[in-house]
Structure formats: structure tokens, C-alpha cells
């Protein structure tokens, strides 16, 4: 039996090549991402301690925000410190030679000037020893053409771009100062000084040779108390690594859910080849067991058969996977993505493929290979080499209504029972359900989609749509493989899109102005805001700060845009808004009993209620409608040291929208923290990272979407094999090739549409479900359907479902007619 099972599948190579593809292709996934990750892995090994090289400990903040620079002194006068020197990181901002700011996030870093406790790479020049002098990275300035020596303009959050002299270039690339934008080192004065900082986020310390680590350590504890916590070198590099593994993992983990899906249906798509390959060994089964095979024998070859063509597949798919992590890494590169590490394929990943393309076949043709030992010796002396198709049963199907009720019901109900978990659990069982309901769901929407083609084409449409519902397990097993790809590209889309008009809606409603002023990974510089008021081209110039003082939240707010994001006045006028007048809203007066004309003291200060409001944002660190309005020079006076994100610029009277944005980008030529918007480019820049996550999500679902097309192509093309006869006497009869081609092109399509339209509807009710529940939490959300990328996701399965009958047309018509009509 093992030579025969093993010459068997040496013959039928070719037809099961299709089914070995879709192994290839999800083994291939998911060793690509185990040798990419792998990779970013040994890299993170490797640079997580590149600043701490010469570090024998590290004095760390306990509760507190900063470490003073005065702790900084008292360290180093701890008999046995040879060095310590304090190290913070923060952002800032570059100002290239042309007078714009160079794009990215930078990172700034207080580099120590003792040479026993410097860590970084030089490339060019020295590291920076006084005040003045600045590092840049190496990508920065060859890009930028800094030359060492010249002046480069950095600027934080304390003020206007200043003039540091150019020393040196390092390289941070694969470090976890490598972020994708500019590196900026300098020494620590100047490091607290452009960042506004009051102390430093740790210090360094280096021990004297031959000075016992542990006592150092006991003496540092003694001297910084309960100030500080000291860490050994040990428990550094550990916790360097634990934080840049753990970053690694995590987009292990997001890799790991698609490569689930794909796998899922790869499975569909082998399990529904298995089982067509085996219903078309009828009568082979059959002789066989005529002349004395056992039922356990024909299982045990049907099982082999599975193994062996899953071992091959997942070889293959193992070294499709190494190309694949390469793909991934030099996409990672060319997007700017800081990616550490080479590709690194290790034993585990190799096995892990092996086990799990050859586990996944096994497994997908344990059922097909179980029915197959129910032929009945007999078989092999009647027709039975084509079986009729089996109906679902009654018990299958009333399940799978039920299932698939529940899990649209769950959907429906998740926004009144507050529940994001029950989305998640109507979407499963709403699949679940299609699953199990799917010989009767399927066959009767390819009747509805197969009207026109039976209206346009006649008798050849009639014939396609016959041939795609004739086996309805068997379509709706291919067809089921696309809904899990489509359902979950679909569901993202919808959820981008109406997450993308939310928010649009809340930037309507928040920002009154023409202009937008946001920091750039921080808050606005002090300065900015008095800057751009005393320009007499603009009018508004509102910065939106806030803070929480006894439960309460204090906004500032300017009397010509307050009014935006009132829902209602409920008691006074909101327009007396101004010095010594604020809102209060509906929650806090009810709390307090305040009313119009009521005394409110805040921060000693007292002011009077000129109206009771309401709105439709809550307070932010405070209960919800906890909130008082006052204006914006009430609130500098009270919380000078409170900064904002965002500033909201309006043109004087009678300026033009061009003259402002020149008046506004002359005072921001010198703030490169800073960036200026419209509210188009203000909402695309928010909107960014969901578009973003979309063709992120896309490209990774879009691999199950393939190996679903796959399926689709595998199940025509051995259905092809099974109707060799058929097709032949058809053809015999006056059936042109090119209406051949037409039949199989018109069931390829039917499959892939009902799939594609199945998983476009579970896709939207699952990101409807989710909008409705957002709405009901109090987000400004509602579905909003992307018509063009739901039609293309459509029209793409439709052409790739038309590509896919090339193949099995060409089979169909390369045999003779008489040739195949003697098949048998």
C-alpha cells in the first residue's frame, strides 16, 4: 500500500499542485515572520545596551519625575564614583540648511562629557565637551549636508530655535534612539535648558578600578535615600533588553493573528481538496478494497498520501519564507522603519514549518480520508467513479441557522449591552454559522448572482450556474475560505472609514479656525502663542491647554470660539465669557450648587458664573461634564507653567487666508518643534495613522485572500477532472471551446463573488456593530460604507476568480473529444 499510495501521488503530482500552493503559502507566512522577527530579535540583543557600555550602575527616579542636578553632584562625591553625569531624553527639533525643519520625530539626549561613561559611536568629528556644541547623527546630516563645524539650529519646548556648533556625527541606527527622524546630542546644561526640564531621568555612574561594585552600591544608597533607586549594571542591560524585547514581541504577536487567518484558510482549502480528490478515487477505493485492502489500510494511504504532500509543500513554503522575511525587511527599510538585525533562520522556525504545513494537511484530510473507507467493495463494479452530491444534513444546517442567528443578534445587541467582547463573539458565530449553513446559504445566492448570466449568455449560463450548485458542500467550502479573508479586510475598511469621519466631525466641531499650530511630539513652546498674538495679521490665536484641580477640569477658552461646542446654554450667556467671567457646566453646577452670578474659587482666586452650559465632551481626567471655562489670560495667570498641544489661528479682519499663513510661518521659521496646518491638512494628518494601519492590515489579510483565490482555483480544476466525460459530450454535442471557456469562467466567478459578497456583509456588520457600541460609550461615530474600496475588494475577486479559470479551461480543452469521452 505504500508504494502504491506513493506512486499514486507521483502520477497525480499535477493536480494536487494547487493544493500544495496554499500549504506553501501559509507555511511560507508564517516562517517568514519567525525569521524576520527573529532577526529584529538578535539585533535587540545586540544594541539594547549601546548607551551603557561603561555603565557599572544607575541611579534611578523613585516616585518622583526628575533626578536635580545637585544629586548629580552628591554621586560623584561618593568615594569609589570615578564618573557620573546625569542623562535625560526628550524631543526637539532641527532646522535644516535650508531654514525648514528636517521631518521626523527627534530625539534628544544629554550626552556626559566624562570619558568613562561615553557610549556612543563616532563616525565623524568628537562628542560635544561644553555648552554650544551638538552630535547629529550620521543619516541626518549626510542628508541634510551639515559640515562639522557650522552651525545647526536646535529647538525644545523652552523658545525659538538656537545655534549649536556641528562636532561630531554617531550612529544610534537599530538602538532605541533610532526612531526614524533626527538624533540631537549635547551636554546636560544645555540638554535641561532646550527642553525645560528640572532635572535628569537617570545618572550614570562608572566605579574606579578595583572598587567592589556592591559596596559602591551600598554607599550610593546611602547618599541619594529615598530619592532614588540604584541599579546594578546587570539589572540595567536586562531591563534594556526586557523593554526593546517586549516591542518586538508585541508585533510578533499582531504578525501572529494574521498568520493565523491565513493558516485557517490554507486548512479550508486543503480539506475541500481532499475531499473532491478523494470522492474521484471512488472506484479505485473501491477495487482496492475488492481485492482485500483493508478499511484501515485505505485510511492509513489517504493519511500517508497527506503527510507526504505536506512535508514537500512545507519545505517549500519554509524557503519561499526566507524571500519573504527579506521582502518584509527591505519594505520595513524603505519606509523609513528603523529595523534591527539580519534575517536569522534558526532550527525552531525551520521545524516549526515542517510540523505545522505538514500537521495542517494531515489534519485537513482526516475527515475526507475517513469517508472514503465507507466505499463499499461493490462500488468498483458500477458507475460510481462520479459520486452524486451529498446533501448538508438536516442537524448541520439547523445548527448552523441558529449559530448564525445568534452571532447576528449578539452583533445587533452589543452597543445596548455595552459589550466590545460581544462583537467579537457575534462575529465568530456569525462566521461559524456561514460555515455550517453554507450548502444552503451559498447555492442560493449564486442562483440570484447567476440570473443575469443565465438572462445574458442562455443556455451556457444555465449550464454554469447548474455545474457551480450541483455539489453544494463543495462550493460552499470554497466559497467560506474567502469570507474569513474578505470578512476581515472588509471589516477594517468600514471601521477606517467611519472612524475617519468621526474623526472629521469632532475637528469641525473643536476647531473654529482657519489655522491649526501643533507641537511635534510636545507641547507648544512658552513663547509661541504671545508671538503670534502680536502679529497684527492675525486675529484669534487661542491655545488649548487644560488641567484637573480638586476633580475639576479648568480649559481655557477664548470668547469667539467657545461657543463651537456648546450643545446649549442652559442658564445665563456664554457670550459674558471673559476676564473674572467662566462656564460652568451642567455636572459641576449640580455637584456644587452653582448657578449664574454664583462665586467660584479656583487656585484662591474668585470668579463669577456668567452661564451654565452643557457639551458634548467630557472632562478629561475629571468625572464626566466636571468642567469650567474661563478665559485665556485667566488661565495663564493661574497656570503659567501649563502648556498645550495645539494652537488655533484665525486672520485679522480683512486679511487675506494668504497673508495670515505668511505671517503665521514667520514666526514659526524659528520653532522647529512646531507645525502649521490647515483643518484639511489638520484632520489628514490625524486621520494618517489610520490609513496607515488600513494598508498594513490589507497587505497582511490580503495573503488569506490569496490562498482563498487559490481554493477557488483548486476546486474548478479538479471539478474539471471529475466532468473529463462530461465536458467531452458536451463538446461532442456542438458546445464551443469558447463557451466552454465561458461555462467555467461564469462558475469561477460565482464562487468568488458569493464569497466576496458573504464576507463583505459579515465585514460591515461587524464594524457597524463596533461604531454603534463607540457611539453608545459617547464617541461622535457612525458607519459610514467606502462604496469604491468595497467595490474594488469585489471587482478584484471577480477578475483574480476569472484569471483563476485559465487554467482548468485549458486542461478541459487540451484532451480530444473522443479521448475523453473513453475516460473513465
Known amino acids: 500500500m505504500i508504494r502504491l499510495t506513493l506512486r499514486s501521488l507521483r502520477a497525480e503530482a499535477l493536480r494536487m499542485l494547487l493544493s500544495a500552493l496554499a500549504v506553501v503559502l501559509g507555511v511560507a507566512f508564517v516562517a517568514g515572520t519567525m525569521i524576520f522577527v527573529d532577526g529584529m530579535r538578535a539585533g535587540t540583543y545586540e544594541r539594547a545596551g549601546t548607551f551603557d557600555r561603561h555603565t557599572d550602575l544607575g541611579v534611578y527616579s523613585a516616585g518622583r519625575e526628575v533626578l536635580p542636578p545637585t544629586l548629580v553632584d552628591r554621586v560623584r562625591a561618593v568615594d569609589g564614583v570615578a564618573a557620573a553625569a546625569g542623562e535625560l531624553t526628550d524631543t526637539a527639533g532641527v532646522l535644516g540648511v535650508d531654514g525648514r525643519p528636517v521631518l521626523g520625530f527627534t530625539v534628544l539626549a544629554a550626552i556626559p562629557t566624562e570619558d568613562a561613561l561615553r557610549s556612543y559611536d563616532v563616525v565623524a568629528g568628537r562628542l560635544p565637551d561644553r555648552a554650544g556644541e551638538v552630535v547629529l547623527d550620521a543619516q541626518t546630516v549626510a542628508a541634510e549636508g551639515f559640515a562639522l563645524g557650522a552651525a545647526v539650529r536646535v529647538g525644545g519646548a523652552t523658545g525659538p530655535a538656537h545655534p549649536y556648533t556641528l562636532v561630531g556625527t554617531v550612529d544610534v541606527a537599530g538602538t532605541a534612539r533610532d526612531v526614524g527622524g533626527p538624533f540631537v546630542g549635547m551636554v546636560g546644561p544645555d540638554a535641561l535648558a532646550l527642553t525645560g526640564r528640572r532635572g535628569y531621568g537617570r545618572v550614570l555612574v562608572a566605579a574606579r578600578p578595583g572598587?567592589?561594585?556592591?559596596?559602591?552600591?551600598?554607599?550610593?544608597?546611602?547618599?541619594?535615600?529615598?530619592?532614588?533607586?540604584?541599579?546594578?549594571?546587570?539589572?540595567?542591560?536586562?531591563?534594556?533588553?526586557?523593554?526593546?524585547?517586549?516591542?518586538?514581541?508585541?508585533?510578533?504577536?499582531?504578525?501572529?493573528?494574521?498568520?493565523?487567518?491565513?493558516?485557517?484558510?490554507?486548512?479550508?482549502?486543503?480539506?475541500?481538496?481532499?475531499?473532491?480528490?478523494l470522492a474521484q478515487r471512488t472506484r479505485r477505493t473501491a477495487l482496492l478494497r475488492l481485492i482485500g485492502a483493508t478499511r484501515g489500510q485505505v485510511f492509513r494511504a489517504a493519511v500517508l498520501e497527506s503527510a507526504?504532500?505536506?512535508?514537500?509543500?512545507?519545505?517549500?513554503?519554509?524557503?519561499?519564507?526566507?524571500?519573504?522575511?527579506?521582502?518584509?525587511?527591505?519594505?520595513?527599510?524603505?519606509?523609513?522603519?528603523?529595523?534591527?538585525?539580519?534575517?536569522?533562520?534558526?532550527?525552531?522556525?525551520?521545524?516549526?514549518?515542517?510540523?505545522?504545513?505538514?500537521?495542517?494537511?494531515?489534519?485537513?484530510?482526516?475527515?475526507?480520508?475517513?469517508?472514503?473507507?465507507?466505499?463499499?467493495?461493490?462500488?468498483?463494479?458500477?458507475?460510481?467513479?462520479?459520486?452524486?452530491?451529498?446533501a448538508a444534513g438536516r442537524v448541520r444546517l439547523a445548527v448552523g441557522a441558529v449559530v448564525l442567528a445568534v452571532g447576528v443578534a449578539a452583533l445587533a445587541g452589543a452597543a445596548d449591552a455595552g459589550q466590545l467582547l460581544l462583537v467579537a463573539v457575534g462575529g465568530v458565530l456569525a462566521f461559524f454559522g456561514i460555515v455550517l449553513f453554507g450548502p444552503v446559504l451559498v447555492p442560493a445566492l449564486a442562483r440570484v448572482f447567476g440570473w443575469p448570466a443565465r438572462r445574458v449568455l442562455g443556455a451556457t449560463g444555465e449550464l454554469a450556474v447548474a455545474n457551480t450548485i450541483r455539489n453544494p458542500?463543495?462550493?460552499?467550502?470554497?466559497?467560506?475560505?474567502?469570507?474569513?479573508?474578505?470578512?476581515?479586510?472588509?471589516?477594517?475598511?468600514?471601521g477606517a472609514r467611519?472612524?475617519?469621519?468621526?474623526?472629521?466631525?469632532?475637528?469641525?466641531?473643536?476647531?473654529?479656525?482657519?489655522?491649526?499650530?501643533?507641537?511635534?511630539?510636545?507641547?507648544?513652546?512658552?513663547?509661541?502663542?504671545?508671538?503670534?498674538?502680536?502679529?497684527?495679521?492675525?486675529?484669534?490665536?487661542?491655545?488649548?491647554?487644560?488641567?484637573?484641580?480638586?476633580?475639576?477640569?479648568?480649559?481655557?477658552?477664548?470668547?469667539?470660539?467657545?461657543?463651537?461646542?456648546?450643545?446649549?446654554?442652559?442658564?445665563?450667556?456664554?457670550?459674558?465669557?471673559?476676564?473674572?467671567?467662566?462656564?460652568?457646566?451642567?455636572?459641576?453646577?449640580?455637584?456644587?450648587g452653582w448657578q449664574v452670578g454664583s462665586s467660584v474659587t479656583v487656585r484662591g482666586r474668585s470668579f463669577r458664573v456668567a452661564a451654565v452650559v452643557t457639551d458634548d465632551t467630557s472632562g478629561d481626567g475629571a468625572p464626566t461634564g466636571h468642567v469650567i471655562d474661563m478665559a485665556d489670560e485667566d488661565f495663564a495667570a493661574l497656570f503659567p507653567d501649563q502648556?498645550?498641544?495645539?494652537?488655533?489661528?484665525?486672520?485679522?479682519?480683512?486679511?487675506?487666508?494668504?497673508?495670515?499663513?505668511?505671517?503665521?510661518?514667520?514666526?514659526?521659521?524659528?520653532?522647529?518643534?512646531?507645525?502649521?496646518?490647515?483643518?484639511?491638512?489638520?484632520?489628514?494628518?490625524?486621520t494618517g495613522t489610520v490609513d496607515m494601519l488600513l494598508v498594513f492590515v490589507t497587505a497582511l489579510l490580503g495573503l488569506a485572500v490569496v490562498i482563498a483565490l487559490v481554493g477557488v482555483a483548486n476546486t474548478l480544476s479538479l471539478s474539471v477532472v471529475e466532468r473529463t466525460r462530461e465536458n467531452a459530450v458536451l463538446r461532442a454535442v456542438g458546445l464551443t471551446r469558447g463557451r466552454l471557456r465561458g461555462v467555467l469562467a461564469v462558475e469561477a466567478v460565482l464562487m468568488a463573488l458569493v464569497g466576496a459578497v458573504l464576507g463583505v456583509a459579515l465585514g460591515t456588520g461587524v464594524s457597524a456593530s463596533a461604531m454603534a457600541l463607540l457611539a453608545r460609550l459617547g464617541g461622535d461615530f457612525h458607519v459610514v460604507l467606502p462604496l469604491g474600496q468595497l467595490g474594488l475588494t469585489l471587482a478584484v475577486a471577480v477578475v483574480a476568480a476569472l484569471l483563476a479559470s485559465v487554467l482548468p479551461a485549458s486542461r478541459a480543452l487540451s484532451r480530444p473529444v473522443v479521448e475523453a469521452l473513453a475516460d473513465q
Not at 473 to 494: D, E, K, N, Q, Y
Open 211 to 277: 572598587v567592589s561594585v556592591a559596596a559602591l552600591t551600598e554607599r550610593l544608597r546611602a547618599v541619594v535615600g529615598g530619592e532614588a533607586t540604584v541599579k546594578s549594571r546587570a539589572q540595567i542591560l536586562d531591563e534594556a533588553v526586557e523593554d526593546a524585547v517586549r516591542n518586538v514581541e508585541q508585533f510578533r504577536m499582531l504578525l501572529l493573528i494574521f498568520v493565523g487567518v491565513a493558516v485557517v484558510v490554507a486548512g479550508f482549502v486543503i480539506a475541500n481538496t481532499f475531499a473532491i480528490v
Open 643 to 686: 502648556r498645550g498641544f495645539l494652537a488655533e489661528v484665525d486672520p485679522a479682519a480683512g486679511v487675506s487666508a494668504d497673508r495670515a499663513r505668511e505671517a503665521i510661518e514667520t514666526v514659526l521659521g524659528r520653532y522647529p518643534t512646531v507645525n502649521l496646518m490647515d483643518q484639511g491638512a489638520y484632520k489628514k494628518m490625524l
Open 473 to 494: 458542500r463543495r462550493v460552499a467550502a470554497s466559497a467560506t475560505a474567502l469570507v474569513i479573508g474578505i470578512g476581515l479586510v472588509s471589516a477594517f475598511m468600514v
Open 498 to 592: 467611519s472612524t475617519k469621519d468621526g474623526i472629521e466631525r469632532s475637528v469641525d466641531a473643536q476647531i473654529g479656525t482657519d489655522f491649526v499650530v501643533s507641537g511635534i511630539g510636545q507641547n507648544l513652546p512658552a513663547a509661541l502663542a504671545g508671538e503670534l498674538a502680536a502679529r497684527p495679521e492675525l486675529g484669534v490665536v487661542h491655545e488649548q491647554r487644560s488641567t484637573v484641580v480638586d476633580d475639576v477640569e479648568i480649559r481655557a477658552a477664548h470668547p469667539a470660539l467657545v461657543g463651537r461646542t456648546l450643545d446649549a446654554v442652559l442658564a445665563g450667556d456664554a457670550a459674558r465669557l471673559g476676564p473674572g467671567q467662566v462656564l460652568v457646566h451642567r455636572e459641576s453646577a449640580q455637584a456644587r
Open 308 to 390: 507526504v504532500l505536506g512535508l514537500v509543500a512545507s519545505a517549500c513554503g519554509v524557503l519561499l519564507g526566507v524571500a519573504l522575511a527579506g521582502g518584509m525587511r527591505l519594505v520595513m527599510s524603505r519606509l523609513d522603519a528603523p529595523v534591527t538585525g539580519g534575517l536569522t533562520v534558526t532550527g525552531s522556525t525551520v521545524v516549526t514549518g515542517l510540523l505545522l504545513g505538514t500537521a495542517l494537511t494531515v489534519c485537513a484530510a482526516l475527515l475526507p480520508a475517513w469517508r472514503g473507507t465507507r466505499v463499499a467493495p461493490v462500488a468498483a463494479l458500477t458507475d460510481a467513479a462520479v459520486q452524486p452530491a451529498r
